[in-house]
């Protein structure tokens, strides 16, 4: 299976698709310039990569979750978003929101609420986690799509929960 991501570093924005083969290795598309590397992993978020064929070998260390990461590579700290081609497609697409009104941050897919991390009341801003919902086996951490104010927690640590189901309301 390919997936496929939008991947930000900085203000530079690169489609990228990735896709396993056999014996650890993958062939990574930037932009349309496909390559094949062979990844192992060598520690708790360290990566020893290699192109494929003898390409020089590179230790990277990547840290994060739920798209945003810091990766360090050859004495360099990057901050990487990944955000998946169809949501970055629907985003460019789709007219903006309204900065008024409460918004509910919903369940992305079906899975299980790990952990609530607002709750009524709490001032939050753009960005923050607000809930992590475990689903695939992935833990996904859910952010206030705007500064605001929690005006309703829907879920509770634990709580199965379905695909769009809100968890979080913002005013």
Do not use: C, Y
């Not at 020089?56 to 810091?70: E, I």
């Not at 360090?72 to 985003?91: C, E, S």
């Not at 695939?136 to 309703?152: F, Q």
């Amino acid at each position: 299976m390919i997936h496929r991501f939008v991947a930000t570093v900085g203000k530079e924005a690169r489609e990228v698709a990735v896709e396993p083969l056999d014996g650890g290795a993958f062939r990574v598309t930037v932009d349309g310039r496909a390559r094949v590397i062979d990844a192992a992993r060598v520690g708790e978020g360290a990566w020893s990569l290699a192109e494929a064929g003898g390409g020089a070998q590179r230790l990277v260390d990547v840290d994060g979750a739920g798209g945003d990461f810091t990766v360090a590579l050859a004495g360099a700290t990057l901050a990487v978003k990944l955000v998946d081609a169809r949501r970055a497609l629907a985003a460019k697409l789709s007219p903006p929101r309204a900065a008024t009104g409460p918004e509910p941050v919903r369940a992305p897919m079906p899975g299980k609420v790990v952990k609530v991390l607002v709750k009524a009341g709490d001032a939050v801003k753009a960005g923050q986690g607000v809930a992590v919902v475990e689903a695939m086996k992935m833990e996904n951490e859910l952010r206030a799509p705007r500064d605001g104010t929690v005006v309703e927690v829907a879920a509770r640590d634990g709580q199965a929960v379905e695909a769009g189901q809100p968890l979080v309301t913002i005013g």
